[in-house]
C-alpha cells in the first residue's frame, strides 16, 4: 500500500475547504481501504469524515433524514426506519455482515465502488480503473455484471443494496462542495458509464454527502428482496425493491420499483412503473410490467440468466405485495 | 474432551508461523508473474532499490544455488521461464511489511509472452494416460467386457460430469518466518507436516537435513494446501541469507490463490448398465484432469470407484493434460471427493432410471470383496450407515417423484450418496517420558486445527491407565521424534500407533519408551481398508430464483473406533460443510484471457456462511476392526467432505426434475434448466 497521510475533518465545511487533490473521504473504510490495499486506490492523503457531526436520522416532518456518517447498522435498526421504510432497513440489513454494517456509513456506502474482479485487479487492464486500457469483462467474466445501460467501455454493477431502496424511495443526497451545497436525487447521484466509466457518480471532487433525506413513505406496502449464491454475506446477482397500493377497486395506484445488481446504478422500473399505474393489481400486469421493463435488457452471454430472474423477482415482490 | 491448547488459543498465547517475536526481522514480499506463459526479459528494480526501507531484492538476475532436482515449484529464481500468471518471479525484502509490498509494486518486470493454454477441456488434443495417479495408483484399470455389460444392460446412463478448480482457503494464509543461527536454518512455517517440510527445505536449499529445522505448533487449517512445502518457505529461507537478518512472509489472501495448490478441474465420463433388478453390468469412471507444465499431478478421481460396487464389468481411466497453469495439489480428499461427486450423481440417475430406490440400488450392489484387486476388506458398513442414515433422516416413504414437492413457494427434495475414504497408516516414530510426575510425548506431529494435539493426549492417557491432565503433547517441531504428516486422514492413525507403543515401552521400562512403527504400519496386501459413510441432505429451491437452500444434511459414517467424539464430529461436520461448498458455490473461475484465476479473494470465492449450514449432523457406527492399528481407528478428517455434494445435487433434482452436472449448482444454472 502507499503511504498516505490521516487527517480528521472537524466539521463538514473544513472537509470541503481543507480538500486537496490526491485527498480521498474515509467513512468507515469497509471499501476503501481494501481497495487501497489492492493498490487501485492510492490517496496521497485520507480525510476521515466518518466522526462527522453528521451521526443521527431525524424525523424530518413525515420524512426522514439520514446523516451521511450513520452506520449502515445503526440505520437498519432505527426505529423510524423499520416504521416507515421497512424496505430500506431490509436493504440495509441483507448487505455485508453484522461486522462490516457497523462500521459502513451511509456516505460510502452510496460512493463503494464495483466488485467487477477485473476493476480490482490491478495487473489487469480495465477502463474504470485506467481510462482507455479496455473491459476485459465483455469477452470475459461479466457473469456478476450488467444487462441494463451498459456501454461499450463498461459494464460494471453498482453493489450496493442500500442505494436501490433509496431510488425506490425517491431519496435526496444532500452534498457540499468547493462550488457550494447542493441536492441530488435518487437515482440521479449516480450515472451509467457511457464512455467514461471512470466516474462513478456526478459527484466533482471535494463533494462530500453530508446527509440523505427521504420524503414521506410512498402509499402502499413495500418489500426489499435480494438474490444471492449464499443465504448471507454476499452481493445482489439481483434485487428488487418495490413499493405498491392498490385502490378499492383493485387497480394499481402507486408504484415503486428499482433493480439492484443489474446496472451501473441502481436502477429505477421507470417503464414498469408507467406500465402498471392504472392497470389492474395481479400476476398478468406484473409480468407485464416486468416485460416491459427488461425489454430493454442487453444481456451478455454469461450473466444472460439475470433476465429471467429479475423478471422472476419483480413479479413475486409484487405478488408479496398485493393482499 | 476439550482442547487442550484452547485457552492459549482463545486468549492469543498460541503463536502461529507469522507471530513469533524475532528481533531485527525484514519482511519480504513477492513479484508475481503477469503473464502466463513465456520468459522474463528484464527485471528492473532500481526504484525498488531505492525506495524507503528496502534491503535486497531477489530475482533471476542472481540465480541462487538451489538443487536441480527440487520441486520447480520451489526452484525460486533459478529460471527465465514463466509457467503460469502468478509464479513469483521476483521478491523483496524490507524493513518492514508495508515497505517490502510497495517496492514489491515497483519492481518492473518485462516478458517476452507466448500464447497460453489454460482451459481444461474434455476433447483437449493434449491429454495423455500419466504413468501413475497421485499418490502412487496404475491410471487405468479394466476388468471383464465394459461393452459387453453395458450392450447387455436393461438400463444405462452415459453422463458427464464437472467440477471447477477449487481452493482450500484456510483460515490462516500461509505464513513463514526465517532465522539463521550461524550454519542452522529455522523456519517457523505453517505446515502440516514439520518433518517432511524439513526435508523439503533442506533437499531445495542443497543443506543436510540435521541443519535445518522447522517448527510449527500452531497451524490454522490447511485442507492439503499446506502438506508440501511451498515456496514462501524457500522465499524467506533465501530472503534470510540474502540480508543475513530472519525474514518473515506472510502471503496475501489473494496470493494463496497463485501459489499454494488447488483442486484441478475435473471432467468425469461415467457410463453405468444395470439389470431389472438393479445390479450392474458395467461401470465405467473415465476422468480428465490437468496439471502444470511444472509438475504431473494427476487427481485420482477415478480411483475410489475401484472400490465402491460390485460388477462384472468395471474401467476406470485418467487423462491429464499439462497447461499454463499453476500446479495442482491436494484439497481434503483428492481423488475421492471429486470422483465421489461424479460416480455417486451417476448411481442416482441410474437409480432414478431403474425405477429403484437409491438406497436399495447401493444395497444391492454391496460387494463382498473389493471390486478391482479382489482383496476382503478390513470391514465395510456402507450398507449400516445407510440404513442408519436413512432412520435418522426419515428416508421412508419417500415419493421418488422429482419435482412434485411444494412448502409455499419452495421446492423440495432428498438425496443420498455414499462417501468412502481409504484408512492408511504410517511409520511414525514417538517418545514417552515421565518427567517430575507428568508424561510427555514427543513426536513431529502436527496439529493443523483438528485436535490433534487433543487426541494424542487422550491416546496416551489412555496406554498409560492415568488421568489426561497428567499427560503433555509435544509436536509441530522437526526436531522431535520423526513423524508423518497431516494428510491422507492417516495423521492420527499412524502418530497415535506410535504413541501407543511408547507408552507401552515406558510402562515396562519405568521412565523412558521410544517407538518406532516401521515394522507394523503400513502392511498392506491383506486387506483393503476403507472407511465409508452415507450422506443425506434436504434441499429447498426457489423457482423463480433458482436459489438453493439446505436445511439439513446429515451424515453417518463408519470409520473405525472414534476416538474423541467432539473432535470427530467437528470433523465430520465441517467436512460436510466444505462439500456444500463444493455443491452449491465454491469455484475458482479459470481467466482464459490473462491466465490464473479471475477470482481470489474470499468475497468472491464463496464458501458457506453459518446461514447456509443450519443443520449439520454427524453420527458414526462403531467398527470393531482388528486389522487397522493399535487404536482401530480409520481417519475421519476427509470422509466429510465427500459425497456431501452429489447428496445435494440428488436432492436438487428431486426437488426440481433438473440434473445440472457441473458444479457449482448456481441459481444461473438451475434457472437455465427450469
Ligand atoms: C465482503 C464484503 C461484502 C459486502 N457485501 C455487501 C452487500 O451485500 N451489499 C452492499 O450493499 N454492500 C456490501 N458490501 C459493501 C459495504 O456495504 C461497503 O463497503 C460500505 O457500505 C462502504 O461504506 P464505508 O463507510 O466503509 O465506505 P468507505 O470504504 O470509507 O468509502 C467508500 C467510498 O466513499 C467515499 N466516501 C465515504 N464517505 C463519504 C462522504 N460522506 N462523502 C463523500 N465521499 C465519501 C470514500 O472516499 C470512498 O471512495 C460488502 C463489503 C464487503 C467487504
Ligand atoms: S466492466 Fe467496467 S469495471 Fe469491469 S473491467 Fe470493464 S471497464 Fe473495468
Known amino acids: ?323 | 474432551m476439550n482442547r487442550v491448547e484452547g485457552r492459549d488459543k482463545v486468549t492469543g498465547r498460541a503463536l502461529y508461523a507469522a507471530e513469533y517475536p524475532v528481533d531485527g526481522v525484514a519482511h519480504a514480499y513477492a513479484v508475481q508473474s503477469g503473464i502466463a506463459k513465456g520468459r522474463v526479459t528484464a527485471i528492473d528494480a532500481e526504484a525498488a532499490r531505492a525506495m524507503p526501507g528496502v534491503l535486497a531484492v531477489l530475482s533471476s538476475d542472481d540465480p541462487p544455488d538451489l538443487a536441480g532436482d527440487a520441486d520447480p515449484e520451489l526452484r525460486l529464481f533459478s529460471s527465465r521461464d514463466v509457467a503460469y500468471r502468478g509464479q513469483i518471479v521476483a521478491a523483496v525484502v524490507a524493513d518492514t511489511y508495508e515497505n517490502a509490498r510497495a517496492a514489491a509494486r515497483a519492481v518492473r518486470v518485462t516478458y517476452a509472452a507466448e500464447p497460453h493454454d489454460v482451459l481444461l477441456r474434455a476433447d483437449h488434443p493434449g491429454l495423455y494416460r500419466p504413468e501413475k495417479v497421485n499418490p502412487a495408483f496404475p491410471a487405468d484399470t479394466v476388468k471383464g467386457d465394459v461393452t459387453a455389460g453395458l450392450d447387455g444392460a436393461a438400463v444405462t446412463v452415459d453422463v458427464t460430469y464437472s467440477t471447477p478448480p477449487l481452493h482450500n482457503n484456510p483460515m490462516e494464509p500461509h505464513a513463514a518466518l526465517a532465522v539463521l543461527d550461524g550454519d542452522r536454518l529455522t523456519v517457523y512455517d505453517s505446515t502440516q507436516g514439520a518433518a517432511a517440510d524439513r526435508d523439503t527445505i533442506a533437499r531445495t536449499l542443497g543443506l543436510p537435513p540435521e541443519r535445518v529445522r522447522v517448527v510449527s505448533r500452531h497451524v490454522g487449517g490447511g485442507f492439503g494446501s499446506k502438506g508440501t512445502t511451498r515456496p514462501h518457505a524457500i522465499l524467506a529461507a533465501l530472503a534470510a541469507r540474502a540480508t543475513g537478518r530472519p525474514v518473515k512472509i506472510a502471503l496475501t489472501r489473494q496470493q494463496l490463490f497463485d501459489v499454494t495448490g488447488y483442486r484441478t478441474p475435473t471432467i468425469h465420463r461415467l457410463r453405468l448398465g444395470c439389470d431389472a433388478t438393479g445390479r450392474l453390468t458395467a461401470l465405467d469412471h473415465e476422468v480428465r484432469v490437468q496439471s502444470s507444465t511444472l509438475v504431473e499431478f494427476a487427481e485420482q478421481a477415478a480411483v475410489p470407484a475401484r472400490t465402491m460396487y460390485a460388477t462384472p464389468a468395471l474401467r476406470t481411466a485418467h487423462r491429464l493434460v499439462r497447461l499454463d497453469v499453476a500446479s495442482p495439489s491436494w484439497m481434503r480428499a483428492p481423488g475421492e471427493c471429486p470422483g465421489m461427486y461424479a460416480l455417486e450423481s451417476a448411481m442416482d440417475e441410474l437409480a432414478v432410471a431403474a425405477g429403484i430406490d437409491p438406497i436399495e440400488l447401493r444395497v444391492i450392489n454391496e460387494p463382498d470383496a473389493e471390486p478391482e484387486g479382489g482383496l476382503p476388506f478390513s470391514s465395510r458398513n456402507l450398507v449400516a450407515c445407510l440404513r442408519e442414515g436413512a432412520r435418522r433422516f426419515g428416508w421412508e416413504g419417500r415419493d421418488p417423484a422429482p419435482g412434485v414437492r411444494r412448502d409455499g413457494r419452495w421446492l423440495v427434495g432428498t438425496g443420498v450418496a455414499a462417501s468412502t475414504y481409504p484408512a492408511m497408516t504410517r511409520p511414525s516414530q514417538a517418545t514417552a517420558t515421565a518427567e517430575d510426575g507428568a508424561f510427555v510425548i514427543r513426536l513431529a506431529a502436527a496439529d493443523i486445527g483438528t485436535g490433534a494435539r487433543t487426541a494424542l493426549t487422550a491416546i496416551a492417557a489412555g496406554a498409560l491407565d492415568v488421568p489426561a491432565g497428567r499427560v503433555r503433547v509435544e509436536l509441530g517441531d522437526s526436531d522431535l521424534p520423526a513423524a508423518p504428516l497431516a494428510g491422507g486422514s492417516m495423521g492420527l492413525a499412524s502418530w497415535g500407533s506410535a504413541v501407543v507403543r511408547a507408552c507401552e515401552e515406558l510402562l515396562r521400562d519405568g521412565k523412558h519408551g521410544a517407538a518406532d512403527t516401521a515394522g507394523e504400519a503400513g502392511r498392506g496386501g491383506d486387506y483393503a481398508r476403507h472407511a465409508f459413510g452415507a450422506q443425506f441432505a434436504e434441499v429447498r429451491v426457489d423457482p423463480d430464483t433458482g436459489e438453493v437452500r439446505v436445511p439439513r444434511l446429515l451424515g453417518v459414517f463408519a470409520a473405525g473406533r472414534v476416538i474423541d467424539p467432539d473432535l470427530a464430529r467437528s470433523q465430520f461436520v465441517g467436512g460436510m460443510t466444505m462439500g456444500l461448498g463444493m455443491a452449491l458455490m465454491e469455484e475458482s473461475v479459470t481467466d482464459a484471457e490473462f491466465g490464473g484465476f479471475g477470482n481470489h479473494d474470499l468475497a468472491q470465492y464463496h464458501v458457506p456462511a453459518c446461514a447456509d449450514v443450519p443443520d449439520v449432523r454427524a453420527y458414526w457406527i462403531d467398527e470393531d476392526d482388528p486389522h487397522l492399528n493399535p487404536m482401530g481407528a480409520k481417519g475421519i478428517g476427509e470422509i466429510g467432505i465427500v459425497g456431501t455434494a452429489a447428496a445435494i445435487g440428488n436432492a436438487v433434482h428431486h426437488a426440481t426434475g433438473v440434473r445440472v452436472r457441473d458444479l457449482p449448482i448456481t441459481p444461473a444454472k438451475l434457472l437455465a434448466g427450469f
Open chain 1, 1 to 323: 500500500m502507499k503511504a498516505f497521510e490521516y487527517t480528521r475533518a472537524a466539521d463538514p465545511a473544513a472537509a470541503v475547504a481543507g480538500f486537496r487533490p490526491g485527498d480521498m473521504y474515509l467513512g468507515g473504510g469497509t471499501n476503501l481501504v481494501d481497495l487501497m490495499r489492492l493498490g487501485v486506490a492510492e490517496p496521497e492523503r485520507l480525510v476521515d469524515v466518518s466522526r462527522l457531526p453528521l451521526d443521527r436520522v431525524e424525523a424530518a416532518g413525515d420524512g426522514l433524514r439520514v446523516g451521511a456518517a450513520v452506520r449502515n447498522s445503526d440505520l437498519g435498526a432505527h426505529p423510524l426506519v423499520l416504521a416507515r421504510y421497512p424496505m430500506l432497513a431490509r436493504a440495509v440489513l441483507s448487505g455485508a455482515s453484522g461486522q462490516i454494517r457497523n462500521l459502513a456509513t451511509v456516505g460510502g456506502n452510496l460512493l463503494q465502488r464495483t466488485r467487477c474482479p477485473y476493476f480490482q485487479d490491478v495487473s489487469k487492464p480495465c477502463n474504470k480503473r485506467r481510462p482507455g486500457s479496455g473491459c476485459p469483462a465483455i469477452p470475459g467474466d461479466h457473469s456478476h455484471l450488467a444487462v441494463l445501460g451498459h456501454s461499450e467501455a463498461c459494464v460494471a454493477t453498482h453493489p450496493s443494496d442500500m442505494a436501490v431502496a433509496l431510488a425506490a424511495l425517491d431519496a435526496r443526497v444532500h452534498v457540499t462542495g468547493p462550488a457550494g451545497s447542493r441536492v441530488l436525487p435518487m437515482p440521479g447521484l449516480h450515472r451509467l458509464p457511457g464512455d467514461e466509466p471512470e466516474r462513478d457518480t456526478v459527484l466533482e471532487p471535494g463533494e462530500l454527502i453530508t446527509a440523505v433525506e427521504l420524503p414521506p413513505p410512498p402509499p402502499g406496502r413495500s418489500a426489499y428482496l435480494k438474490v444471492r449464491e449464499r443465504a448471507s454475506f454476499a452481493f445482489a446477482l439481483v434485487s428488487v425493491a418495490a413499493a405498491l397500493d392498490i385502490g378499492a377497486d383493485g387497480i394499481v395506484t402507486g408504484v415503486r420499483l428499482a433493480l439492484g445488481g443489474v446496472a451501473h446504478a441502481p436502477w429505477r422500473a421507470a417503464r414498469a412503473e408507467a406500465a402498471l399505474l392504472g392497470a389492474p393489481a395481479g400476476e398478468e400486469s406484473y409480468a407485464r410490467a416486468a416485460e416491459a421493463e427488461l425489454d430493454q435488457a442487453r444481456p451478455l452471454p454469461r450473466n444472460a440468466y439475470k433476465v429471467p430472474m429479475a423478471r422472476n423477482v419483480i413479479v413475486r415482490a409484487l405478488k408479496e405485495l398485493t393482499p
